[in-house]
């Protein structure tokens, strides 16, 4: 069996031993990948049609994600010259994180600066919603409001972003889809 790995495309793993077994039974399927340039990064690359590309604006982690969109090309061109098929239609860029405050306003325009019309009109706001669930390990839309430990307002409030930013995303990929 290792043998059989050994002679694929190093880039190419998690398509064709997963993806392109899986395609046709979904209509989408999606890969979370961090943005550590490693051999994970790469194959999510090589695998997928559409990436998205949290923005978040603290200062460190916004640094971390240029760093990321300015080696991407190059990420792009070893996977390319390796032999492996890069499917790559776009890159979508959104705010995560995002509060109502100056240096947050910053990093929104600098990121549509960036992404220009890739940028998503929907954002993932930071509330305390999405942190509470996160403490719990449910999300905003799993979580159930009787057991919640927040307030129920905060609860419904991160739900409904949730559900604002999922259409966004899905309205853009069928805009991509369509063109």
């Not at 300015?70 to 995560?96: K, V």
């Not at 669930?133 to 419904?156: H, M, Q, R, W």
Request: negative net charge.
């Amino acid at each position: 069996m290792l043998s059989i790995f050994r002679k694929q495309n190093v880039h190419a793993v998690l398509y064709d031993n997963v993806i392109a077994k899986l395609k046709k039974d979904y209509d989408f399927i999606f890969i979370d990948s961090g943005p550590h340039l490693d051999a994970f990064l790469k194959n999510a690359i090589a695998a997928s049609d559409l990436l998205m590309t949290p923005v978040p604006p603290a200062q460190v982690d916004f640094h971390s994600t240029l760093k990321y969109l300015t080696r991407l090309p190059e990420l792009i061109a070893i996977i390319e010259d390796s032999g492996a098929t890069c499917r790559l239609q776009g890159n979508i860029g959104f705010m995560s994180k995002l509060s109502n405050k100056a240096d947050h306003k910053l990093c929104h325009s600098l990121a549509k600066e960036i992404f220009g019309g890739d940028m998503l009109d929907a954002a993932l706001p930071r509330l305390d919603g999405f942190e509470r669930c996160g403490e719990s390990f449910d999300t905003v839309i799993s979580a159930n409001p009787s057991t919640y430990v927040g307030s129920s307002e905060a609860l419904k409030n991160a739900r409904s972003a949730a559900e604002d930013f999922a259409k966004a995303v899905f309205d853009r990929i069928e805009f991509i889809r369509l063109n």
